[in-house]
């Protein structure tokens, strides 16, 4: 099955910086990297997402960009705000689902103000 | 669109007693994933169904645990007895046409089993 890994576990930043959060997977077959986000209490929301045939992809100040020599894709936020705080997390995916859909074990973002 | 709905929000109840949980998907959408989320063990997928059709339950931990989805409107996943090792926030979301498209998820049934 599919083994993924997030790093950091945490991450502290000063409002304004920027964050990078990173996801390994080991299926080469996965075609799909989505990262989603989830505020204290709720439900994780997909924030962005990327694809095989693209290596980088932009939306204001979150982008996502893609390795998937390496099998490693990144998410990118600038101009960190307050409430981005959050717990972010990765999961890698391809149709056949033999990788067995698995969520990476997040990143808990913190942004002082 | 409403979202996908879970019921209910929260349940507490004792050690032994059966436990269901109930999920309606996103019109239209043909996957219905039921993930478990604790903090030791992070999000885990329990069981995910494609057109009604139950594809992978190897994430059931164990018999005690039991999922249906009689037709595209409804999911249950049921526990029998319960424990209180069950006891964390149990998620349904559902996606449009594949594996590889968003999945948009309820907002949770936050389990406590005394």
């Known amino acids: 099955g599919e083994n993924v890994e997030q790093h950091p576990s945490t991450l502290s930043v000063q409002e304004g910086d920027s964050a990078v959060i990173k996801c390994t997977y080991s299926?080469?077959?996965?075609?799909?990297f989505p990262w989603y986000k989830q505020e204290l209490g709720k439900r994780p929301q997909l924030i962005i997402d990327?694809?095989?045939?693209?290596g980088e992809k932009k939306d204001q100040r979150i982008a996502v960009t893609l390795n998937k020599t390496a099998k490693h894709f990144s998410l990118h936020i600038t101009e960190t705000q307050p409430e981005d705080s959050a717990v972010y997390f990765c999961?890698?995916?391809?149709?056949?689902?033999?990788?067995?859909?698995?969520f990476g074990t997040g990143t808990r973002l913190t942004v002082i103000p | 669109d409403a979202g996908v709905i879970q019921s209910p929000r929260h349940e507490v109840t004792e050690m032994g007693q059966e436990v269901t949980l109930r999920c309606k998907p996103i019109?239209?959408?043909?996957?219905l994933f039921w993930y478990r989320q604790t903090m030791m063990r992070g999000l885990e997928l329990l069981i995910y169904?494609?057109?009604?059709?139950?594809?992978?339950d190897s994430g059931m931990p164990e018999d005690r645990f039991s999922a249906k989805m009689p037709n595209a409107s409804f999911s249950t996943l049921k526990i029998q007895p319960s424990e209180p090792r069950d006891s964390a926030v149990y998620f349904c979301?559902?996606?449009?046409?594949?594996?590889?498209?968003?999945?948009?998820f309820g907002d949770g049934t936050r389990l406590s089993i005394l």
């Open positions: 979301a559902s996606s449009q046409d594949s594996l590889v498209q968003p999945q948009h």
């Open positions: 299926d080469s077959a996965s075609n799909y």
């Open positions: 990327i694809r095989s045939n693209v």
């Open positions: 999961a890698p995916a391809d149709q056949t689902g033999a990788n067995n859909l698995f």
């Open positions: 019109s239209g959408h043909d996957y």
């Open positions: 169904f494609n057109n009604n059709v139950p594809i992978d």
